[in-house]
């Protein structure tokens, strides 16, 4: 099986060959390719070229086009700080006032701020992978790009104080995030990951989450379904277990776990869907490579006869990772075969 292959195999809960296993790399991958974060993010060929060299040197399932979670605010008018060798800050916000939500100019991925360059290097990803490995692409949820466009907190006592003109807002944010993810499956991604960490209930509710970024997310992932994308990812990192049961009415079809959340309870509330994780992102940095290697087996032993998982990390692997642990991760698929 090729890595395509054995991916589509766990999504329908058959027997692959091994176990995927898919370290979520993004920056790390220009680390290693002793480029700077802050050139890799800005720049599609190289951020392709980077992603090429890290998969073919450890030999995992997928590769992504992802840059950083400011990318669709800042092509809606954000201003960022590229400091050396570290992603973008958020120096200005795109909506300083809430009296211009009524006046947003939806971006045109093909040439707003550095959507281009992200639509490049999957164009070129794709180009030198085929249907050979999984090629993924990124969007931020909803609520993320809101929250990135006015704030953290001016975005969530909006929710409060003028419900309507907030969810007009989130509305906005979800035509971005369904035009931008378009782009990317007409580049070549095979699907957008949904990345969306100011949903987590460590930042809003179970509530909140069920009435007002619930309907978004299912909006997103029915139009790229509809488009082709092979499978909707989901990735809401954090202490996610009070929204799981939520995700089957969303259309997910790949969960993303943290280590918050055991490899029971996701199994247990969520039987009949494909789950990735969950080594926790700061063990790459802290432990040596027999205690990845350790973690692995342990997470590959909880699904073997369940079946319908991907050996990941619960969330990216820090820039500031060693490199040894990820090939421990690895290893640890390969060696069970």
């Known amino acids: 099986m090729n890595s395509l292959e054995r991916i589509s195999a766990v999504l329908k809960f058959e027997t692959p060959d091994r176990v995927p296993v898919i370290p979520q790399i993004f920056g790390l991958a220009g680390v290693m390719a002793r480029i700077p974060v802050d050139e890799y993010v800005r720049d599609g060929f190289i951020l392709a070229e980077c992603q090429i060299k890290a998969v073919k040197k450890y030999g995992y399932d997928a590769v992504f086009s992802v840059m950083d979670t400011s990318l669709e605010a800042e092509a809606v008018g954000a201003i960022l700080e590229y400091k050396k060798d570290m992603y973008p800050t958020m120096k200005t916000y795109a909506i300083p006032d809430t009296g211009m939500i009524d006046h947003l100019v939806l971006p045109d991925p093909n040439e707003a701020g550095r959507m281009p360059e992200m639509l490049k290097a999957l164009k070129i990803l794709r180009s030198e992978f085929g249907d050979e490995h999984l090629v993924v692409g990124c969007v931020m949820g909803p609520l993320t790009i809101a929250t990135q466009l006015l704030g953290m907190e001016k975005a969530l006592y909006l929710a409060i104080d003028e419900p309507g003109v907030f969810i007009k807002l989130l509305d906005f944010c979800t035509e971005i995030a369904i035009e931008f993810g378009l782009a990317q499956i007409h580049a070549g991604a095979h699907l957008p990951l949904v990345f969306d960490p100011s949903a987590s209930p460590a930042v809003v509710p179970p509530q909140f989450f069920r009435e007002i970024e619930l309907p ?55 039987p009949d869907m494909c789950l990735d994780g969950n080594i926790k992102s700061l063990s790459f940095i802290e432990d040596r490579p027999e205690e990845i290697a350790a973690k692995s087996s342990e997470l590959l032993d909880s699904f073997e006869s369940r079946g319908g998982f991907i050996l990941s990390s619960g969330c990216e692997i820090p820039p500031q990772s060693r490199p040894e642990n990820i090939a421990a991760m690895v290893n640890a698929t390969k060696e069970r075969g």
């Open 216 to 270: 978004q997310l299912q909006k997103l992932c029915k139009t790229f379904a509809e488009a082709g994308s092979i499978a909707n990812w989901l990735h809401i990192a954090g202490p996610s277990a009070s929204i799981l049961p939520f995700y089957p009415s969303i259309g997910v079809d790949i969960v993303n776990i943290d280590y918050y959340v055991t490899p029971q309870q996701a199994a247990e509330m969520l």
